[in-house]
Nanobody, 121 residues
Framework: QVQLVESGGGLVQPGGSLRLSCAASGTIFSINTMGWYRQAPGKDRELVASITGGGSTYVAPSVKGRFTISRDNAKNTVNLQMNSPKPEDTAVYYC???????????????WGQGTQVTVSS
């Protein structure tokens, strides 16, 4: 199986910066897209940003120009650089990866346990 461990969450002031990191480990044959989702209280989980193995990125319009996603394929890590966060960015952030544990297995979506990000002065 594949385990995803997030780090870097916490309290940040509006206009500050915060960097989330996620490391994948376990039985990994291949990882396709990796991404970050978030879920605020009372709201559905939403995609924040994603990046393919080839480096193509998607960033949600609500955070475009403020958040940047990056990836290290050799280390199986994905990062989310959050610049100028706003109070509405407060949520639990989840790392996601589409991975295969062998060439005989299908692609499976794996999730981290989530890390709380609170934007407040």
């Amino acid at each position: 199986q594949v385990q995803l461990v997030e780090s870097g969450g916490g309290l940040v002031q509006p206009g500050g910066s915060l960097r989330l990191s996620c490391a994948a480990s376990g039985t990994i044959f291949s990882i396709n897209t990796m991404g970050w989702y978030r879920q605020a209280p009372g709201k559905d989980r939403e995609l924040v940003a994603s990046i393919t193995g080839g480096g193509s990125t998607y960033v949600a319009p609500s955070v475009k120009g403020r958040f940047t996603i990056s990836r290290d394929n050799a280390k199986n890590t994905v990062n989310l650089q959050m610049n100028s966060p706003k109070p509405e960015d407060t949520a639990v952030y989840y790392c996601n990866a589409d991975a295969r544990i062998s060439r005989f297995n299908s692609w499976t979506a794996y999730w981290g346990q989530g890390t709380q990000v609170t934007v407040s002065s």
